[in-house]
């Protein structure tokens, strides 16, 4: 079976980043051990770690969790500020009348 050289990054990262074990993630997706441990060897040596940046295409459970709950924080701030503008409108339309 062929897999797209995007696929076998994206595994790789999954590996690497996340200090996977090759053989179970080779259980799990049923991928030769051999054939994911090449991977994974090709990876390393194409990608280094000074190289990655934040902006790469795949992240990590971990970093999307964390990704997550930023937000999530950022959407309550946003929603409790709206709730204080929308106050500070009705009092200030209510004294003009």
Same mark, same amino acid.
């Given at each position: 079976?062929?897999?797209?050289q995007e696929y076998k990054d994206y595994i790789c990262k999954? @590996?690497? *980043?996340?200090?996977? #074990?090759?053989?179970? #993630?080779?259980?799990?997706?049923?991928?030769?051990?051999?054939?994911?441990?090449?991977?994974? %060897?090709?990876?390393? /040596?194409?990608? &280094?770690?000074?190289? @990655?940046?934040? %902006? *790469?295409?795949? @992240?990590? +459970?971990? *970093?999307?969790? %964390?990704?997550? +709950?930023?937000? *999530?924080?950022?959407?309550? &701030?946003? /929603?409790?500020?709206?709730?204080?503008? &929308? /106050?500070?409108?009705?009092?200030f339309t209510k004294n003009q009348e």
């Amino acid at each position: 079976m062929a897999y797209s050289q995007e696929y076998k990054d994206y595994i790789c990262k999954l @590996i690497v *980043d996340e200090n996977r #074990v090759v053989k179970e #993630v080779a259980y799990e997706l049923n991928i030769p051990y051999s054939t994911l441990g090449r991977w994974v %060897k090709n990876y390393k /040596k194409t990608v &280094k770690p000074e190289t @990655i940046s934040q %902006k *790469d295409r795949f @992240i990590s +459970s971990e *970093d999307h969790q %964390k990704v997550l +709950s930023e937000r *999530d924080k950022e959407i309550l &701030k946003l /929603k409790e500020e709206n709730e204080i503008l &929308k /106050k500070a409108m009705h009092i200030f339309t209510k004294n003009q009348e």
